[in-house]
């Protein structure tokens, strides 16, 4: 925090909103009495970060619960509901479990959503031959790393040519090479979460990689590949 201090004025804190399951109903419900008066605050974030995960649901008419990740009028309300109570920038963490990613973010994109970032997790398993059962209690989890990359690019540039809102990208990025595809697919920015895990330094190592690999491409400026390739 105290590094997070002293570049306040250079660097972007994203609050990431952790709501699930029935957390998620109780928000929405609070929004609704309330008549959109609750604010949500976390001091010095300049964006929030939405990550609508397998366990967020919240009633819908007579279907009981409907998974909000895979209906854009769940996701919408959602992204409404939030905007309702911050005046911070809201960017809706997308779900790759889904049939078609692109009818849910133009849905974010028409409730208000300042921004998009995708992917989260998908959804996998393992099975533990000597019990023969799943190897987690919630039987199912969320699959990361570089084994995901491909997925997440396809559903960026997907999204891109559907949204006009900005794109942050992850999903198995390791390396700079990584961040220039996610770039050219759309994203004006990149993430990366489980190479951390593997090397606390890979983000330090990726950032200082960044100009060798820009220059073997000939690329003079980041913010001029972004959707790229969807030029070509």
């Known amino acids: 925090m105290d590094w997070l201090k002293a570049h306040k004025n250079d660097t972007i804190l994203i609050a990431v909103l952790l709501i699930l399951g029935g957390a998620l109903a109780l928000f929405l419900l609070l929004t609704r009495q309330?008549?959109?008066?609750?604010?949500?605050?976390?001091?010095g974030e300049t964006v929030m970060e939405l990550p609508l995960g397998r366990d967020a649901q919240v009633e819908l008419g007579e279907d009981g619960h409907a998974n909000l990740l895979v209906i854009e009028n769940g996701t919408a309300q959602v992204t409404r509901a939030v905007k309702a109570v911050t005046t911070k920038?809201?960017?809706i963490k997308l779900s790759p479990n889904v049939t078609d990613i692109v009818p849910i973010a133009r849905a974010c994109e028409e409730a208000g959503a300042d921004g998009l970032s995708l992917i989260n997790t998908?959804?996998?398993?393992?099975?533990?031959?000597?019990?023969?059962?799943?190897?987690?209690?919630?039987?199912?989890?969320?699959?990361?790393?570089?084994?995901?990359?491909?997925?997440?690019l396809r559903m960026v540039y997907q999204v891109y040519k559907a949204?006009?809102?900005?794109?942050?990208?992850?999903?198995?990025?390791?390396?700079?090479?990584?961040?220039?595809?996610?770039?050219?697919?759309?994203?004006?920015?990149?993430?990366?979460?489980?190479?951390?895990?593997?090397?606390?330094?890979?983000?330090?190592?990726?950032?200082g990689d960044l100009p060798r690999v820009m220059e073997q491409y000939q690329i003079r400026s980041l913010s001029e590949i972004i959707g790229g390739a969807h030029h070509g």
């Open 34 to 43: 309330t008549g959109g008066t609750a604010r949500v605050q976390v001091d």
């Open 163 to 207: 949204v006009k809102i900005p794109l942050i990208g992850m999903g198995g990025v390791k390396s700079a090479e990584d961040v220039i595809e996610m770039m050219l697919a759309g994203a004006s920015a990149v993430q990366v979460g489980t190479m951390n895990l593997i090397d606390p330094w890979a983000c330090e190592k990726i950032i």
């Open 122 to 152: 998908l959804l996998g398993m393992r099975i533990d031959l000597r019990s023969r059962k799943p190897v987690i209690a919630n039987r199912m989890g969320g699959y990361s790393g570089e084994g995901i990359f491909p997925v997440a």
């Open 89 to 91: 920038p809201v960017y």
